[in-house]
């Protein structure tokens, strides 16, 4: 073992080697990939863009064959007419440039005049030109042939010179032969060469990814693994399917931008419409900027060619108008609110394929990386790349509320608890987010690393956050207003189908028995941490909200010198709050505890242990002796309803509340 290689194993675990030696690897594999990707762009560009192409000319091929069309000859005539189309569009570009340059010196005089005339409105115009006049004449003097007198000097001894006159030149013509008809060919086609490759290579790469799909993707999961086959295989064809959606959409809209751009701009009379028309289409693909490019062009034009302003104010106002309308109007209709890619994303990647591949690269970035981030939404071992450049959050919904109560900050959690209600009820909040949040930091004191402090700080940020919350009633809307907060949507996104319920009326309070009418017939309490109090703190707000009103009492409640103070005047109900179901003594004696100080009254026992079954739920209400048991938030509050007597219209199938009886 060499010295290097002693001094990186001396104090390393050989996990901590491991982990090491692939980080290494896999920096090593990333350099040599975007190396390939960088001396291989001859070859990787015309791949990229037959792979979009691909996506895009999919449908129609799909079409076709549903038409009872043979898949080769429907591939072969998408192709061709794709191509035709393009090669069209380049002509019609080439003609339109060549009309555009031949003008060009018509609408100098025109730029003079301008010039001229903002010149006048400058305050300091005078300053300008005296620095412009400086400059040219510079510019002169260094254009001058040097006055050597050691020139002169050579020259003289040549014979060229005298002293009494001046060097006289001789002029020199130089002629080359005249070509010949291989050389004529030659210069023509020689330009031609790498463009007509370039279109060959990307028409025989689309043939055959739209003919060899299904082999490809197969190919594909086998690369991905393929021990869920099923999975991966729907996955991807779903995938596949957005993206061809996607870029189909999005070509639509870019050609119909472009295309009324072209006509506002014929219509004001700027030279080279359909021109312009084509290059906004074009750039419309770059994010950001591309609209922006585009703009550019015809508004130099525009001021060039009008001697006045008007053609160039309706040029910038037909930009301005069209732009935001589609941008904020149409491409949230037809695909959504946005690519799927976060704007650091984007931009990173227009910066990174603009690098690799120049300008056609600034123009695939998003495109490219939204493939790539819909195979790590799909493909297990390529995950890493949606974390990086997708647009959902990083972290889970409950991952965020954990983390939000850990750093203090109640107020953003309830803003985005409000997001998440415009579509789905209180309870599936405190169920699906709040409740598996609390789970989490439960699973972190177990470990040890959530000191009291801690605990202290996320119960003290859990009761701020359901107060902040108080008004909201556990309902679904009736029209619910789609969010478009992204937090809030893969909140949304991740409440199972059991979990939407119909909605229950809030418990009037003169409806309820006489020994549910005290000032507070439901009685939370912790069982043993303050997480649990936490827990308590939630259901007490979701009692509040369904009309049955609630308190919570801390664990320290429970205790052999406290339970005897205990306040139990109106408890109807007492619901003990666990977050783990490892402690069933705690819990038999808990209950025995409140069964002396309150023998009328029920004791729930609510266990929210994560993945817990009604068969544990049932074995831990025998064990502790408790009158019921519920494993949520939302089970709990329907136990306390029909304990309370109210009749529900709709009673849910999926819920049972464990079996009643007093041991």
Not at 543 to 569: D, K, Y
Request: charged residues 20%.
């Amino acid at each position: 073992m060499s010295l290097i290689a002693r001094k990186i194993y001396n104090g390393r675990t050989t996990e901590e080697l491991i982990a090491l030696l692939s980080a290494v690897s896999s920096a090593i594999l990333a350099a040599l990939l975007i190396g390939a990707l960088y001396f291989g762009r001859d070859i990787f560009v015309p791949i990229a863009l037959a792979i979009l192409l691909s996506f895009v000319l999919a449908p129609l091929v799909g079409q076709l064959q549903r038409a009872r069309i043979p898949r080769g000859f429907a591939v072969v005539s998408v192709v061709v007419l794709a191509f035709m189309v393009i090669f069209g569009l380049g002509t019609l570009i080439a003609n339109q440039l060549t009309q555009l340059a031949g003008d060009l010196p018509v609408y100098q005089s025109t730029m003079r005049e301008k010039i001229k005339s903002v010149r006048g409105a400058t305050a300091s115009s005078g300053t300008l030109e005296r620095a412009a006049d400086m400059l040219q004449e510079l510019s002169r003097e260094l254009d001058k042939p040097k006055d050597d007198k050691s020139a002169r000097g050579s020259l003289d001894r040549l014979g060229g010179s005298n002293s009494a006159g001046s060097i006289t030149p001789v002029p020199v013509e130089v002629r080359q032969p005249d070509p010949g008809a291989l050389e004529n060919l030659r210069s023509l086609i020689a330009p031609l060469l790498n463009p007509l490759a370039t279109t060959g290579i990307i028409i025989i790469f689309v043939i055959f990814i739209l003919i060899q799909r299904e082999d490809l993707r197969n190919r594909l999961i086998r690369l991905a693994g393929s021990h869920d086959l099923q999975r991966t295989t729907a996955a991807l064809d779903d995938a596949a399917t957005r993206l061809s959606r996607l870029f189909l959409a999005q070509l639509m809209i870019n050609a119909t931008f472009g295309l009324i751009i072209g006509l506002g701009l014929s219509f004001i009379g700027v030279p080279s419409a359909i021109l312009w028309g084509i290059l906004a289409a074009v750039l419309r693909f770059v994010p950001y900027i591309g609209s922006v490019i585009s703009a550019a062009f015809p508004l130099a034009i525009a001021a060039a060619v009008d001697p006045g302003w008007t053609m160039l104010a309706w040029t910038l106002a037909l930009f301005l108008g069209v732009g935001p309308v589609v941008s904020q109007a149409i491409e949230p209709l037809v695909y959504g609110q946005s690519t799927g890619l976060s704007p650091v994303a984007i931009v990173v990647s227009a910066t990174f394929w603009t690098a690799l591949w120049g300008p056609i690269g600034l123009v695939l970035a998003t495109p490219l990386t939204v493939c790539l981030v819909v195979l790590g939404r799909h493909v297990e071992r390529l995950e890493f790349l949606d974390v990086i450049f997708g647009d959902r959050p990083a972290l889970s919904p409950p991952e965020m509320f954990y983390q939000r109560m850990l750093a203090g900050d109640p107020t953003e959690a309830a803003g985005k608890a409000e997001e998440f209600l415009k579509e789905k009820s209180l309870s599936s909040y405190f169920d699906e987010v709040a409740l598996k949040g609390l789970q989490l930091a439960q699973v972190d004191a177990k470990r040890g690393t959530l000191d009291q402090a801690r605990m202290t700080k996320i119960r003290d940020a859990v009761t701020e956050f359901a107060s902040d919350l108080s008004t909201q009633d556990d309902s679904i809307p009736e029209i619910a207003s789609p969010t478009m907060d992204a937090e809030a949507a893969a909140a949304i996104e991740a409440v199972p189908d059991t979990a939407i319920s119909s909605n229950l009326p809030v418990v009037r309070k003169t409806d309820l028995p006489l020994s549910w009418q005290g000032e507070a017939p439901v009685l939370c309490l912790a069982g043993r941490t303050l997480l649990d109090e936490a827990a308590a703190v939630l259901f007490a707000q979701l009692s509040n909200a369904h009309g049955l009103a609630a308190r919570v009492e801390p664990a320290v409640a429970l205790s052999t010198t406290n339970i005897l103070r205990l306040e139990t005047t109106g408890v109807a109900i007492v619901c003990l709050s666990y977050l783990d179901a490892s402690s069933p003594a705690h819990m038999r004696y808990s209950v025995r505890r409140l069964r002396r100080r309150l023998p009328k009254a029920t004791i729930l026992l609510g266990c929210w242990a994560e993945d817990i079954d009604k068969d544990s739920l049932e074995a831990l209400r025998e064990t502790a002796k408790a009158d019921l048991v519920a494993g949520s938030l939302r089970e709990a509050m329907m136990i306390c309803r029909t304990s309370a007597g109210v009749q529900e219209i709709n009673q849910e199938p999926d819920i049972v509340a464990g079996s009643s009886g007093v041991a």
